[in-house]
Structure formats: C-alpha cells, structure tokens
C-alpha cells in the first residue's frame, strides 16, 4: 500500500512538473518576451553583424545618378546572401512570406545601418495579446547605441502559431 502511494505521488509530482515546464518553455511562456521577438530582435540590433549587412549591399540611385551595373550587381548579390544568413538564423520565427515582407521594410535594418557598434541590453515584454488566430506582443528594448542607451519600442504581430506577421516600430 505504501508503495502505491509512494508511486501516484511521484506519478502526480512528474505532471505537475512537466505542465509547469511546458508553461514556461513554451513560445511566449511566462512573462518574458517570445523566442521569435526576441530573437528578431537580437539579430537586428546587434552590430555589427557583417552577415546580416554591409555596407557593400547599398548603392546610390536616383535622377542624376548613372548606376554601375557591376557594382550593382555585386550589391544585389550581397542582398541575396544576407537575406540567406537572415533566413537561417530568424526564418522560423516568421509565418509563410513574413521574413520577405520585414527584410524589404526599414525596420529589419533601422540599426545595422548606423554603421557603430550596438548592443541590446534589456527586453521588457510591455504587452501581449493572445487570441485564437492572432497575437501580438509590445516589447521594450533597451539597446546600448556607441556608448549611449537608447530606448524603442518594437511591435509584433504574430499568426495563430505564435509566427511573426509583421513588426513596426512604435510611436
């Protein structure tokens, strides 16, 4: 009879400690930042990061302007490696067609570009919603900019899977 006791206990204490474990380990658990934004986020205010940019992938275009069609090329080949490297290291985190849709925005780019060293040193998840098709969380990001802090706050927008939509930086 002990013995049995002894067994549905430890039975009951395994459950308990998978649902908890489950809770937090799972995309958005607890109530810290998401995998996906947090990881979006560490790639795109992390500098330098010569995969993700450089300065070699931008040309100048314009009225006035006569392009040299090598270096143009050689440009457009640096962005297709990028968005590769881009891919390979955030691409599950984005629903179907979503990574094409942030690299071709200003905001996958806004810090790479700066060309100074940039690191992020805090992520304040401020807002999550959570419905059956969508979700988005509002997340807070302290970042460390050649020396000085400096504050923006990202929003995602997340499908039914917890895989990022869309991000815009907000007002």
């Known amino acids: 009879m002990k013995k049995k006791s002894l067994l549905i206990l430890a039975a009951l204490v395994l459950v308990v400690a998978a649902g908890v474990g489950f809770y937090f380990l799972r995309p958005g ?41 090598e270096k143009l090329q050689e440009a457009m080949e640096d962005w297709e490696d990028a968005r590769e490297e881009w891919n390979e290291e955030v691409g599950k985190y984005f629903a179907q067609g979503c990574l094409d849709a942030f690299l071709n925005d200003s905001v996958a780019y806004s810090y790479l570009v700066k060309g100074v060293p940039v690191k992020v040193e805090k992520m304040e998840l401020l807002e999550r919603q959570e419905l059956e098709s969508s979700g988005s969380e509002k997340v807070k990001v302290t970042v460390n900019v050649d020396g000085a802090q400096e504050t923006v706050t990202l929003d995602f927008s997340l499908d039914g899977d917890g895989k990022i939509t869309f991000v815009k930086l907000a007002a």
């Open 29 to 69: 658990g607890g109530n810290g930042v998401s995998t996906g934004p947090k990881k979006v986020i560490e790639a795109m205010m992390t500098c330098p990061n010569d995969d993700l940019f450089t300065e070699d992938m931008m040309s100048v275009i314009g009225e006035g302007v006569t392009p040299d069609p």
